[in-house]
């Protein structure tokens, strides 16, 4: 030992204190402290990952809440909003014959039905919407849609591809219990006024 | 997919079996995962991912608490996050709308909102994904490292949908190692055909009276049509619901999977406690294992006790459905509970067995009219026309008309929830006893097997009623 050491530490470290006060804070055998039990991390791998999982979650319902939902709203309301773009120069409104004849449903089965039609057979140009009163019907309503999309897709091909290219870009939506459908050379407007309507 | 339907029946199950049994044994989870994923996606394409989200939260979760198993406190924060997390998912899918419409009800406003429709079986997932963690909690179970066993025990196609909700303690060591053999296949087949007949040719016919009756105008139901309606409405959704988890049972059965039982002839019981034993038994034991014995179930005052059969009851009313009368449902059972714990059950029990039965019966009819009423106010008018008030009659010709048409129907429906079944199934099932009887089973069953087929052809759309919970 220096003198400088003696001085700083004094008796106790020359008898040996300082080593027996390191036992007695830090343990004599190293082994005890590896041995020791760990304390339980508060985060681990799995912790962040139920975190990012349930993140996930929350973020696939907001996409679903903003692209998929439907809307309590009036029918009449959301019909409106779609009513005010139509172009009633090329289009006509149709009664519940013309549902009946063209898609085969009834309109009295349904909350509401909005139905926009071409004047002339030459055109393929429709709007429709329907608000149904039960989820079964959704199915139903898709399902004549499709049918009719189809069967027009087959009749225009031969005569008018361009009309036949119209009913292939058809706008088709179903948000909640709204069916809507249309085939436009606006049809993206009015699909856009369909989304902002509910 | 519906179990019922031809696709299911003749292109699904037998590819999903042929692959099943072809691949080498450390793949068959894989399989039946796959087959599951591609069953629910068919039917719901878009929330799919959202099942998908639920089966990694909680494998998570249940790693996570199990990780932390030496202190207790973190595991218990644990806990706590995955249940909130699932039942938060839950709650806003099935409540959301009911909590607006009483907003817009009570206050006056008249708030839009969004909707979103209920995810197919997301009530029974999120119930087993729940008891998967508690369980962990608890340390009756450790969790499971796998993520392919922990996804197959979430969305296994044959429970998936409706049911039975299957506690992860019961399927742990199936999930690994499980018996096959042929014995077991025939009897899986034979509880899938029986269920099938329930579903397609029993319930569905069934469940047209009861739509006849409810198609009646008001005012001119007499109170036998009344009954009629009710208990033709009890005969459906019996033999529709175990129709499907007898359906569930057997397909579990033909993979390998062993199910417990989710009925047990519940129209036979002489008490509305013994009712409970037997119907949707794995529902009432989900609740009584999660939530009445951690709240101290029968273990503490009588006061306390009744409080937590009320509350256990409401959340089995409102796990039904979000409205009203869904809740009230559960409460009137809860309360009956209450009563034959406390004020009647001793003295129900010295009384002769037919008044028992006829005591359980009644009151089981009028908590079906809550349940199939669309709103409180029909459902107690029904009720009163049950019991005279507001009846045109005490029995009319329509009444008669509908016995008369179809007493046929009826006296299956009575037989078949009741011993008269287990009598039918002891002699399809004596193929143990020789040769005849083996053929004879076999002609039986086939026999169900076509005329549920014919009848399916000939139908339209026929989901389960259990689908929209």
Same mark, same amino acid.
């Given at each position: ?198 | ?13 037998? @590819?999903?079996?042929? *692959?099943?049994? &072809? +691949? ?5 989870? #894989? $399989? !039946? ?49 995955? @249940?909130?997390?699932? *039942?938060?998912? &839950? +709650? ?5 709308? #009911? $909590? !607006? ?369």
């Amino acid at each position: 030992m220096t003198e400088r050491q003696e001085a700083y530490y004094g008796e106790e470290y020359e008898n040996g204190y300082y080593e027996e006060g390191y036992e007695e804070n830090f343990g004599g055998d190293y082994g005890e402290y590896e041995n020791a039990p760990r304390e339980t991390p508060s985060f681990s791998k799995a912790g962040v990952m139920k975190w990012g999982a349930a993140f996930l979650i929350l973020v696939y319902i907001a996409l679903l809440l903003i692209y998929t939902s439907g809307s309590t709203k009036p029918f009449e309301e959301v019909a409106a909003s779609v009513e005010t773009l139509i172009d009633k120069e090329n289009l006509v409104k149709q009664d519940a014959q013309a549902l009946k004849r063209y898609y085969g449903l009834n309109s009295a089965d349904y909350e509401g039905v909005l139905f926009y039609s071409a004047e002339f057979s030459i055109s393929a140009q429709e709007v429709l919407l329907i608000e149904v009163k039960t989820e079964q019907q959704v199915q139903e309503v898709r399902d004549a849609v499709e049918e009719r999309l189809e069967s027009r897709k087959n009749t225009f091909e031969g005569y008018a591809p361009e009309q036949a290219q119209l009913i292939k870009q058809a706008q088709t939506q179903v948000r909640g219990k709204f069916v809507f459908m249309a085939v436009s050379p606006e049809a993206e407007a009015y699909a856009a006024a369909f989304t902002k309507g509910l | 997919m519906l179990f019922s339907s031809i696709t299911f029946l003749f292109m699904f199950l037998p @590819v999903t079996l042929a *692959v099943y049994y &072809l +691949a080498a044994p450390q793949m068959r989870n #894989l $399989v !039946m995962l796959a087959a599951s994923l591609f069953f629910y996606a068919w039917g719901e394409p878009v929330y799919i991912i959202l099942m998908l989200l639920s089966i990694l939260m909680n494998y998570y979760c249940g790693l996570d608490i199990d990780g932390k198993r030496e202190n207790p406190q973190f595991a218990r924060r644990s806990l706590v996050f995955g @249940v909130l997390a699932n *039942v938060a998912v &839950l +709650a806003f899918f099935k409540y959301y709308g #009911l $909590v !607006m419409e009483t907003v817009n009800g009570v206050f006056p406003v008249d708030i839009p909102y969004r909707v979103l429709p209920l995810p197919i079986g997301i009530s029974f997932y999120t119930f087993q994904a729940l008891s998967y963690i508690i369980d962990v909690y608890r340390g009756e179970v450790r969790a499971q490292k796998k993520l392919i066993h922990f996804s197959l025990y979430i969305c296994m196609f044959p429970q998936l949908i409706a049911g039975p909700i299957v506690r992860y303690i019961d399927i742990e060591e199936q999930l690994m190692q499980r018996s096959f053999g042929i014995v077991k296949f025939g009897r899986g087949a034979m509880f899938f055909i029986r269920g099938l007949a329930k579903k397609v040719v029993i319930a569905n016919s069934i469940g047209s009276v009861y739509e006849e009756v409810t198609r009646l105008p008001v005012g001119t139901v007499s109170v036998l049509t009344a009954w009629v309606g009710c208990i033709a409405y009890a005969f459906q959704i019996y033999f529709d619901f175990s129709g499907y988890s007898d359906m569930a049972v057997g397909l579990g059965k033909m993979f390998g999977f062993e199910f417990r039982r989710n009925f047990h002839y519940p129209y036979v019981s002489k008490s509305i406690t013994e009712f409970w034993r037997r119907w949707h038994i794995s529902l009432s034991t989900w609740f009584r294992e999660y939530v009445y014995i951690p709240l101290g179930g029968n273990r503490c005052s009588g006061q306390r006790n009744m409080l937590n059969l009320i509350l256990v009851w409401a959340l089995t009313g409102l796990w039904h459905g979000a409205e009203w009368n869904f809740l009230l449902w559960g409460l009137y059972y809860g309360a009956l509970l209450i009563l034959e714990k406390f004020v009647w059950g001793t003295l129900m029990e010295r009384l002769p067995g037919f008044v028992q039965h006829i005591y359980a019966f009644v009151l089981v009819m009028v908590g079906w009219v809550f349940f199939f009423s669309p709103s409180l106010g029909a459902a107690l008018d029904h009720i009163g026309m049950m019991f005279g008030m507001g009846a045109s009659a005490l029995a009319d010709r329509q009444a008669v008309f509908l016995l008369t048409t179809h007493w046929l129907l009826f006296v299956l429906c009575i037989l078949g929830s009741s011993r008269g079944w287990s009598l039918l199934c002891a002699f399809t099932e004596s193929y143990k006893k020789g040769r005849t009887q083996r053929i004879m089973s076999c002609v039986v069953y086939m026999g169900m097997f076509l005329v549920s087929v014919a009848f399916l052809v000939t139908e339209t759309f026929n989901p389960f009623l259990y689908f929209r919970f």
